[in-house]
């Protein structure tokens, strides 16, 4: 199991491998991802979520939500100990996890109006569930 404690700097409470929000449709889609993806970044605001790749890692400690970036490893995902974004928990506004059967959906909204969304493969949702319930969120 993955463990982001070295990249927060305090132990981590819960934690999940995500995509980006639309990631899974992009991949799914094969060659129009790279015009889709061109057109996403011209879209983002300056507040929004910065680009963490295909992949990144979610996690909470008991102050903080962070999510941290990966690298391919020989058979799995690797967490590094760059961190893309972080935030208070005590600025969640609200938090939800929206099981689907092949794709789940993370929304965290923060009290500044930023909200995160991601993306969870169905092979994360387990972890995804506990990360959102470990930071105070509702399933549905």
Do not use: C, H, Q
């Amino acid at each position: 199991m993955a463990d982001a404690s070295v990249a927060l700097g305090a132990p981590e409470v819960a934690g999940a491998f995500v995509n980006p929000k639309g990631g899974f449709k992009k991949m799914m889609a094969g060659g129009i991802v790279g015009i889709n993806a061109i057109e996403a970044k011209k879209k983002r605001s300056v507040d929004e979520l910065p680009s963490f790749g295909r992949v990144g890692y979610l996690a909470a400690t008991a102050d903080e939500v962070a999510v941290v970036k990966t690298k391919s490893g020989a058979f799995k995902m690797k967490l590094t100990e760059e961190t893309v974004a972080r935030a208070s928990r005590s600025d969640i506004a609200s938090a939800e996890i929206d099981k689907g059967v092949m794709v789940s959906k993370i929304k965290i909204a923060f009290t500044n109006g930023v909200t995160w969304e991601f993306d969870v493969p169905k092979a994360n949702k387990k972890s995804a569930v506990a990360l959102v319930e470990a930071i105070g969120g509702r399933v549905s």
